[in-house]
């Protein structure tokens, strides 16, 4: 997979968006990382989750990956059941 697979159609505009920056992140490691966890999961996301997943989105790429990787610790505040769950579904290696 290379790119989004989910359409922006019946999302808000707050889940448009999201869609979006998860597969706009600037490397393309990320892109897949969260791009795929986007199409898979933004139409389900609480607004809890959402919210979650918009301040990760906030984080550099980098400090993401490590966290991701384990190759640092995740930060308390960004240790959310959102990113338990964006690690799980990478970790599954799903498309």
Do not use: Q, V
């Amino acid at each position: 997979m290379t790119g989004p697979e989910r359409t922006s159609a019946g999302l808000d505009d707050r889940r448009k968006r999201m869609l979006y920056r998860a597969w706009h992140r600037g490397t393309r490691e990320m892109d897949l990382i969260m791009g795929r966890f986007a199409d898979a999961h933004i139409a389900d996301l609480g607004d809890a989750d959402l919210a979650a997943f918009e301040k990760l989105s906030e984080m550099a790429d980098p400090d993401i990956y490590n966290w991701i990787s384990g190759e640092r610790p995740t930060p308390a505040e960004h240790d959310t059941a959102l990113f338990r769950a964006l690690c799980a579904f990478h970790a599954s290696g799903k498309p």
